[in-house]
T-cell receptor
Framework: QKEVEQDPGPLSVPEGAIVSLNCTYS??????FMWYRQYSRKGPELLMY????GNKEDGRFTAQVDKSSKYISLFIRDSQPSDSATYLC??????????????FGKGTHLIIQP | GAVVSQHPSRVICKSGTSVKIECRSL??????MFWYRQFPKQSLMLMAT?????????EQGVEKDKFLINHASLTLSTLTVTSAHPEDSSFYIC?????????????FGPGTRLLVL
């Protein structure tokens, strides 16, 4: 079993729809959870950063973490064609030291149809 | 926000040559930088953790003599792929760990696409 599971898609939705992206993980030591957006042939761009369980909202984006289920989600409201990209979840167990490298999901390729 | 740059953005080289990739944090100091590799349609795989002023920590399966990492200052880390071969062709991305005031997460560079002929 991989440490982080993420459906690669593609996920295709019409413009304006609410998008739900998800990851599951197996390592209960993970405490920090991130969502990155990556356009083709570009480096990942940080979208959301959360610590432990709970919700966090930033504009059209909402991140949810359920540590008891080892499940994290990213919701995108009022989706736009410019949101079309690959969305990567990432997580880490602690701050500093050797535990600082991120473990990534494979990424979900999202397509917003105009 | 935190900005990380990489140079070059793209490099093509012959098999057997060495290639150096630079990673710079432009508006913050990063005591720790990370190097990742990404193959097509695959996730980012951590190669090594680069600490300023000390030796890099390599992930299991990554050859430290092939992928030389130097973190000479708080804003610069370099990755040198020595005696590159076609199987080293990949997208190499660095990240820098931002200080506490910026959320202590990682900000990524734009990546370097390496093609070894």
């Amino acid at each position: 079993q991989k440490e982080v599971e993420q459906d690669p898609g593609p996920l295709s939705v019409p413009e304006g729809a609410i998008v739900s992206l998800n990851c599951t993980y197996s390592n209960s030591a993970f405490q920090y959870f991130m969502w990155y957006r990556q356009y083709s042939r570009k480096g990942p761009e940080l979208l959301m950063y959360t610590y432990s369980s709970g919700n966090k909202e930033d504009g059209r984006f909402t991140a949810q973490v359920d540590k008891s289920s080892k499940y994290i989600s990213l919701f995108i409201r009022d989706s736009q064609p410019s949101d079309s990209a690959t969305y990567l979840c990432a997580m880490k167990s602690g701050t500093g030291g050797g535990a600082d490298g991120l473990t990534f999901g494979k990424g979900t390729h999202l397509i917003i149809q105009p | 926000g935190a900005v990380v740059s990489q140079h070059p953005s793209r490099v093509i080289c012959k098999s057997g040559t060495s290639v150096k990739i630079e990673c710079r944090s432009l508006d913050f100091q990063a005591t720790t930088m990370f190097w990742y590799r990404q193959f097509p349609k695959q996730s980012l795989m951590l190669m090594a953790t680069s600490n300023e002023g000390s030796k890099a920590t390599y992930e299991q399966g990554v050859e430290k003599d092939k992928f030389l990492i130097n973190h000479a200052s708080l804003t610069l880390s370099t990755l040198t792929v020595t005696s590159a071969h076609p199987e080293d062709s990949s997208f190499y991305i660095c990240s820098a760990r931002a200080p506490l005031g910026l959320g202590e997460t990682q900000y990524f560079g734009p990546g370097t696409r390496l093609l070894v002929l």
